[in-house]
């Protein structure tokens, strides 16, 4: 479904991802480790399309289509999503607003009707349930004075109810005690389907105790220095980074 | 960088309401003189009272000269060369019910989205429709007549209820009061009219949509509400213009009156033709409007500017009686080469009186957007009260907010807080909305209309979705 083959990208005249291939199938999991400033974040954002990078080589598909020449949100309304690694706080625009443009744009695409709000309300009520998130969560503004832990939550409150083909998880445990990850944990490994796939980008091994990954790779210096399954991982908790640029 | 290519593409939408109406008007040659005066007076069948009245603020406009203290760049204005009368020309006998409206007009009214029809029908809401200069439809009238409601053409009023417009016409925005007041005093052409008998509690909003059509013509509407003790209204103007490439001139003024006890809220959808991406063309929107409080009285403003060349308003409240209270809420919107200084004045007299501003600017292409508000506590106000709060949000690089803020208090027992920002439409919160499958026009609406939420909560519910729709807009080509 993402096929991503020797991508090269600048930030000004920095080049930050010297030559990635990666290949997510439908139904994988993917995790994705690497030291600080290895080039995570930059891959995920390029991925869904924020401004500021430069492409100068390589090539990105998302189901068959170059995803180089799509708009951030034609790339959301076909299914990738990105959890944010800091949520940004958007002052007066309420969660409901918000959670239900974004689904309304996504049934726009698939060629639906908006959904009756009285349906939305329901079904968003139910993904909180499983978030065990409080409803007055949704008349909050996006991410004002949101905990850490809440952010994330919130993030993955958008994810399983816009349901992506392709979701990547950018830093998602990272501010999380053990019961919020646990909760969050589990609204991924929901997620998790034969026909679709996910991107665990992290720093750290201890999400992946709770959502066991299909591939594990190492990214540093701009590159994946090493690929392998789950053990890796485990590998790389013991020895460190350091270890693997054999 | 990327956002302000962005930024600067939604600035290049145009201008939806643009449209001219072909329709016979009657207007007169341009200039300015005492007989232009006579000549309107006479038009309109005035008493003398009104005429005398004109001609002394028309004398006195002549000792004055145009304001130069905001923070704008206006052309100078040649009054000899606009036209200070222009009604569309009907049938002697005015229309009185809509069947006798030219469907031409009603048409301009249904491109504006606002078909008096299903207004009637639908919204509850009784419209005032003032095109160019007259008056030409009032619906619901009978229906408010039953409470003793009086809601009309200005016009009308000075026929049907000549002492009410004897006793308060000039007493909030007396004759000489600026400028722009004393011109409108003396050429005014037509307006709305309200009175809200004794503890009445107006059952529905009151509307006037104001439009101006004829090439050269300025608009000078004048309008008075009046809301008599213990009764309370709401009313709601909202004002579009064609395109044309000449500036045209609209001076109106608004004198709202409410005593003891009463109630006046105030909203103003403003979305005059603003000029193209060059500054060329646009409406002056030069306006004063300002209402008194009686004892325990309360006047509330609230205002969507999103139009107009230049925008000179500050509507403001004589907070005379004790326990009165005033608020003034506001969301001013430029883009391209538009100017806006506006605010408000809060001027507290009696005691106990409380006010609140809540301000809230979006600047945007090359335009400039300024705060300017005054808080005045006499030296009789005790424990008076104001909490002051303006925000600025700024699109691109080129364009410039500025707040002025001015606090005058004789009164030591005055509380007085003023909070003021300054902030960006960030690149993080654009992309993430974006990454949720929100095309980038409505991104930059949802975190505009955030930002104003404080003020369009006021308006009333109607009132509020056109107000959103008009925000989006009006930025649209500023970003993509």
């Excluded at chain 2, 509850?124 to 439809?137: K, L, R, Y």
């Excluded at chain 2, 008075?224 to 109106?252: F, K, W």
Aim: net charge negative.
């Amino acid at each position: 479904m993402l096929k991503i083959e020797n991508l090269q990208v600048n930030v000004g005249d920095k080049n930050i991802l010297q030559g990635i291939d990666l290949e997510v199938k439908a139904g994988e999991v993917h995790a994705i480790m690497g030291p600080n400033g290895s080039g995570k974040s930059t891959l995920s954002n390029v991925i869904a399309g924020k401004d500021g990078y430069d492409i100068t080589q390589g090539k990105m598909t998302f189901l068959n289509q170059d995803l180089t020449t799509l708009e951030p949100e034609d790339r959301a309304r076909k299914g990738l999503f990105l959890s944010f690694q800091y949520p940004v706080e958007i002052p007066g625009v309420s969660n409901i607003y918000l959670l239900k443009a974004a689904l309304n744009a996504k049934r726009a695409e698939d060629g639906l009707d908006e959904i009756d709000a009285f349906d939305f309300l329901q079904l968003v009520k139910s993904k909180m349930a499983e978030l065990k998130m409080d409803e007055d969560f949704l008349y909050r503004d996006i991410n004002s004075g949101f905990s850490g832990g809440e952010k994330k939550r919130n993030e993955i409150l958008q994810m399983s109810l816009l349901e992506p083909k392709l979701a990547i998880l950018d830093e998602t445990d990272s501010g999380l005690d053990i019961d919020a990850l646990k909760i969050v944990a589990e609204g991924i490994n929901r997620l998790r389907s034969a026909d679709k796939g996910i991107i665990l980008v992290t720093h750290y091994q201890r999400l992946l105790d709770y959502v066991q990954p299909d591939f594990v790779h190492v990214l540093a210096k701009g590159k994946i220095q090493k690929s392998g399954d789950k053990s890796l991982a485990l590998t790389l908790e013991k020895s460190g980074y350091a270890g693997i640029n054999d | 960088m990327a956002q302000n290519a962005e930024i600067h593409q939604i600035i290049d939408k145009e201008y939806e309401h643009g449209f001219v109406t072909e329709l016979e008007s009657e207007s007169i040659d341009c200039g300015l003189n005492e007989d232009v005066i006579r000549f309107i007076s006479q038009k309109k069948n005035e008493p003398e009272f009104l005429l005398e009245w004109r001609l002394k603020a028309y004398r006195h406009w002549l000792t004055m000269k145009s304001p130069n203290w905001a923070n704008l760049n206006i052309a100078p204005i040649d009054y000899q060369a606009i036209s200070y009368y222009s009604a569309p020309k009907s049938k002697k006998d005015a229309p009185k019910s809509l069947d006798e409206v030219d469907p031409e007009l009603l048409r301009t009214y249904e491109k504006l989205g606002i078909p008096l029809k299903e207004q009637e029908m639908l919204a509850g809401v009784a419209v005032d429709a003032v095109f160019d200069s007259v008056s030409v439809a009032t619906t619901f009238k009978d229906k408010l007549k039953e409470q003793g409601i009086i809601f009309c053409s200005f016009s009308e009023a000075v026929h049907e209820h000549p002492e009410l417009i004897k006793q308060y016409l000039g007493t909030v925005v007396p004759t000489t009061d600026n400028f722009f007041a004393s011109l409108n005093s003396a050429v005014f052409s037509d307006g709305s009219f309200v009175y809200i008998p004794k503890g009445v509690r107006c059952p529905m909003e009151l509307s006037t949509y104001f439009r101006i059509n004829a090439a050269n013509t300025g608009q000078f509407e004048r309008t008075l509400i009046i809301a008599d003790e213990d009764s309370q209204v709401s009313y709601l103007e909202g004002c579009t213009a064609p395109m044309r490439d000449e500036n045209q001139l609209h001076a109106a003024v608004v004198e709202l009156v409410a005593l003891k006890g009463a109630s006046i809220k105030y909203s103003t959808v403003q979305n005059w033709y603003p000029g193209d991406k060059d500054g060329k063309g646009g409406i002056y929107n030069f306006v004063t409007k300002r209402g008194e409080c009686h004892d325990n009285a309360k006047i509330s403003w609230t205002q969507v500017e999103t139009g107009s060349a230049i925008t000179w308003k500050y509507p403001s409240v004589i907070l005379r009686g004790d326990n009165s209270i005033g608020e003034f809420y506001s969301v001013a919107l430029t883009n391209n080469l538009q100017q806006a200084d506006t605010g408000t004045k809060m001027i507290h007299l009696g005691k106990n009186t409380s006010s609140t501003i809540i301000a809230k600017g979006i600047s945007a292409g090359r335009s400039q957007n300024a705060y300017r508000g005054l808080v005045k506590i006499g030296k009789n106000a005790d424990n008076a009260r104001n909490f002051t709060q303006c925000d600025s949000l700024l699109m691109g690089d080129t364009c410039s907010a500025h707040t002025f803020p001015y606090i005058e208090s004789k009164n030591k027992s005055a509380k007085i807080e003023h909070e003021a920002t300054t902030s960006r439409i960030s690149d993080e919160q654009l992309f993430y909305l974006r990454q949720r499958g929100i095309s980038i026009e409505d991104s930059v609406s949802m975190i505009v209309n955030g930002f104003c939420k404080q003020v369009i909560r006021n308006l009333p519910m109607e009132f509020a979705v056109e107000a959103q729709k008009l925000l989006g807009i009006s930025l649209e080509g500023s970003v993509g």
